[in-house]
């Protein structure tokens, strides 16, 4: 287990967008939607446009934007149920400020991720011979684990490595159509 409240993983949030978007693809494929219009739906620029619009915006503007943007043929009823759902779950449960970007993208923040906290958890966890250590094991491996991570970032700053290779970073932008949109 790692606390890493660095601003990489603060920016990280853009990442948890993605499993909302399987939490959505269930309901959809659990409302019989059709696989193309839920596809459709969940490709770039379209749902994923709801975390970096202002929260403000969600429940009126972006969702009519989104769906404008959305086939909803011979499926009105079950997007109307989606729509109610997402906005129960990802706007009152789960506030939109907890996934909407818009407030870091306006303040200027660098939204690019540079963490992969999937990964090295994996990674992480390979380091132990058994599913559960006890308390001595676990903090012997971490504190071996913590000396390598500072090793590492003492030899970036230091020009002795490179930093390590990242994902292509993704920049949030807001669909040209979107300000004209009422």
Known sequence: MTCDFEKGLMNAVTEQFPLIKIVLRRKMIEL?????????????????????????????????????????????????AIWRYFLSTWTQTYSA?????????????DMHNRTNKTSYNRSFSNKFTVKHPGLVAFVEITKKESRRFVRLIDDVKNHRREPPPHAACVEPVIPSDYDEFE
Not at 34 to 53: F, H, K, N, Y
Not at 97 to 109: H, Q
């Open 32 to 80: 019989r939607i059709p696989q193309d219009q839920i596809a459709a739906a969940l490709s770039p620029g379209m749902v994923d446009v709801l975390t970096i619009i202002p929260v403000a915006e969600i429940a009126g503007k972006g969702i009519r934007f989104v769906r404008s943007r959305t086939t909803q043929t011979g499926s009105k009823a079950k997007w109307d």
């Open 97 to 109: 400020d907890l996934w909407d970007v818009n407030s870091m993208i306006e303040a200027g923040i």
